[in-house]
C-alpha cells in the first residue's frame, strides 16, 4: 500500500493550491483520511481530517480558507488551499488510517509528503 501526494509549490500570498494523494495498492478499505504539515524546524501538526462519509474537520488555523474532501471511488484524498499566507509553509503529508483485510487490524500510512512555500 502507498499513498503518492502531489500538487505542491510555490504560491504567492493569498493565492491558492490543490493537493491531491491516492492510495494504490491492495486493501480492504479506507477509514479516515487527512492531512499533516510540518514546518522548518518545528513538529509535524494536524491540518485537517476527512471520514469515509465526507464529515471533515480542520484546526482553526485554516478552517475558512483550507477544504478537504475525498472520492472513495479513486481512494484519493484533496486538500484545496485558498488565501494562503506565509506561515501556511511547510511540508504536507497525506495521511490514511487503512484496514488490508476484511477482517485484519487498521494501520496509519503515510505519503512522501510535497513541499508548499508561499512567499512574494
Known amino acids: 500500500v502507498q499513498l503518492q501526494a502531489s500538487g505542491g509549490g510555490l504560491v504567492q500570498p493569498g493565492g491558492s493550491l490543490r493537493l491531491s494523494c491516492a492510495a494504490s495498492?491492495?486493501?480492504?478499505?479506507?477509514?479516515?483520511m487527512g492531512w499533516y504539515r510540518q514546518a522548518p524546524g518545528k513538529q509535524r501538526d494536524l491540518v485537517a481530517t476527512?471520514?469515509?462519509?465526507?464529515?471533515?474537520t480542520s484546526t482553526d488555523s485554516v478552517k475558512d480558507r483550507f477544504t478537504i474532501s475525498r472520492d472513495n471511488a479513486r481512494n484519493t484524498v484533496y486538500l484545496q488551499m485558498n488565501s494562503l499566507k506565509p506561515e501556511d509553509t511547510a511540508v504536507y503529508y497525506c495521511?490514511?488510517?487503512?484496514?488490508?483485510?476484511?477482517?485484519?487490524?487498521?494501520?496509519?500510512?503515510w505519503g512522501q509528503g510535497t513541499l508548499v512555500t508561499v512567499s512574494s
Open positions: 495521511h490514511a488510517e487503512i484496514q488490508r483485510r476484511r477482517l485484519g487490524l487498521e494501520y496509519d500510512y
Open positions: 495498492g491492495t486493501f480492504f478499505s479506507i477509514n479516515v
Open positions: 476527512i471520514a469515509p462519509d465526507g464529515t471533515p
